[in-house]
């Protein structure tokens, strides 16, 4: 079952507030509160409820809730139509849903797994004052105001 990327290998439920670094090899889903890093080799997903302020590295991350950091995903990114995300990513695919709300810097760059920067190579998105990073903001249909 080590393959199985259904498994939950571990749960942020809803109620619950967290500080500090995760290490999980396996499934990390966040239906509550959390704060701090996460790393692991398979996916992260924020629920709808969930909130997240922290640093994300994994292979997959899935936003469906409320997410402000940085993400470093080996795959992709996929952005429900719930999620609002106010950050970085760094990814070689985002997806993302109508409904998005999405502010921040991207970069979206495909890349073998040999040409993958090791995290002391990352560039460091808080340095960069002087760049203006592409911002992507979408018009709800609800609500028909743009944010």
């Known amino acids: 079952m080590a393959g199985d990327s259904t498994l939950v290998n571990s749960i942020v439920g809803p109620g619950t507030n967290v500080k500090g670094h995760i290490d999980v090899s396996g499934l990390l ?29 994994a292979a997959t991350v899935v936003i469906g809730g409320a997410f402000r950091g940085t993400i470093y995903a080996s795959d992709k990114v996929i952005a429900l139509e719930s999620a609002l995300i106010i950050g970085t990513i760094f990814a070689p695919r985002l997806i993302a849903e109508s409904g998005v709300i999405l502010e921040g810097a991207l970069h979206i760059k495909p890349r073998s797994d040999s040409e ?30 743009r944010t």
């Not at 509550?32 to 640093?55: L, M, N, P, Y």
């Not at 993958?116 to 105001?145: F, K, L």
């Open 116 to 145: 993958a920067p090791r995290r002391s190579e990352r560039p460091d998105v808080h340095a960069r004052a002087t760049e203006r990073p592409r911002t992507a903001r979408r018009r709800t249909r609800r609500s028909g105001v």
């Open 29 to 57: 889903r966040i239906d509550g509160d959390f704060s701090g890093s996460i790393k692991t080799s398979d996916r992260v997903i924020v629920g709808r409820g969930g909130r997240a302020d922290c640093t994300l590295d």
